[in-house]
């Protein structure tokens, strides 16, 4: 019987198949050129966006300011270069504005203890009313001439492959070296699974937690700025749009358990094939922003439903540190 029983990943896999061979028979407009490209684009960035809170519920946790870090940082970018700066200087100011957001996230979490759910919506609101009151003079930023060339980060392509595409590989492939090959994968793994027994095994447990929050910032602000390169701008407002709500759906369905400790990138990837898919299915259908909605609430409740089934919470794993 047991060749018979199927891991969460491989029936959304499964699913996800389905689905596309559906949507291109019966949904005219599906399977052209021009939406697979805008599909690969918006898959890009969401799965981008999944790897960053992959890590952070591996570790039992959760980051809702996640996108706080992708429109932020990256919309800085473009109105530091449009205001005269160079684009390495821009750059850097960023991603020192990222590591920072990040080192607060994780302080606020590890060492005030401040249950991630409401630290980081918090500094996900701080974040954002910073950037719309002081950083931004419009909601989208536009690009300048002073971008010229970067923007082969979200609309080039090599050998056919779009470039958003492999900004996504090559996220997997370090995010799955970090988790799998070093020991501070192991250390996260650890700590999501029980951080009591890691701390008691000497795992440096509030660090780590820290590292999550950095890395995951980090990871925002790169799918920021992929998204930024494929579109020449960067909507600052994206804040206030239900896409959180997308990455928590990549990383559930695709069978990362939210009690920590279990599931990778491969359960990223094939999350983000999924939504990605329907996501796009909805869009070409025309259903209004309200249904969408409803379908994705029904998907993220059955989703969360059968985490609480395939990853149930034990007297070890209901400690302190859950979401």
């Known amino acids: ?45 969401l799965g981008i966006l999944g790897l960053a809170m992959a890590i952070v519920v591996l570790g039992r946790g959760i980051d809702i300011s996640l996108i706080a870090a992708l429109a932020v940082p990256p919309g800085l ?47 996900g609101l701080l974040l954002a009313g910073l950037g719309q009151s002081l950083l931004f003079q419009l909601d989208v930023v536009q690009w300048s001439d002073g971008m010229k060339g970067f923007e082969r980060l979200g609309q080039g392509s090599v050998l056919g492959v779009p470039t958003p595409i492999l900004m996504f590989a090559l996220a997997c492939a370090v995010v799955a070296f970090l988790l799998r090959r070093t020991r501070w994968g192991a250390y996260i793994y650890a700590i999501g699974d029980n951080p009591f ?7 440096p447990t509030r660090p780590i937690i820290v590292l999550q929050y950095v890395l995951a910032a980090l990871i925002g602000c790169f799918a920021g700025l992929v998204m930024a390169a494929s579109v020449n701008s960067m909507p600052t407002r994206i804040f206030n749009s239900t896409l ?26 094939v999350g983000t094939l999924l939504i990605g898919t ?17 379908v994705k609430g ?6 969360v439903l059968a985490d609480s089934f395939v990853n149930p919470r034990n007297e070890e794993t209901a400690q302190q540190g859950d979401i």
């Open 77 to 123: 970018v473009l109105q530091m270069v449009q205001n005269g700066h160079s684009l390495p200087y821009s750059l850097c100011v960023a991603l020192a504005l990222t590591i920072g957001f990040g080192l607060f996230n994780g302080w606020l979490i590890a060492y005030a203890e401040v249950p991630s759910l409401f630290a980081t919506l918090a500094t």
């Open 244 to 269: 959180i709500y997308d990455v928590i759906l990549v990383v559930v369905l695709g069978g990362i358990g939210l009690s920590g400790g279990r599931g990778g990138v491969a359960n990223v990837i």
């Open 1 to 45: 019987m047991r060749r018979f029983r199927f891991s969460q990943q491989e029936i959304v896999f499964v699913v996800f198949v389905a689905l596309f061979a559906i949507f291109s028979v019966f949904l005219k407009g599906f399977f052209t050129a021009g939406n697979m490209l805008t599909l690969l684009q918006n898959v890009a960035v």
């Open 278 to 294: 329907m996501l796009n299915g909805m869009t070409i259908m025309d259903l209004s922003y309200s249904a969408q909605n409803l």
């Open 197 to 203: 027994a890691a701390r008691v095994t000497g795992i």
């Open 298 to 303: 029904v998907v993220l409740l059955a989703a």
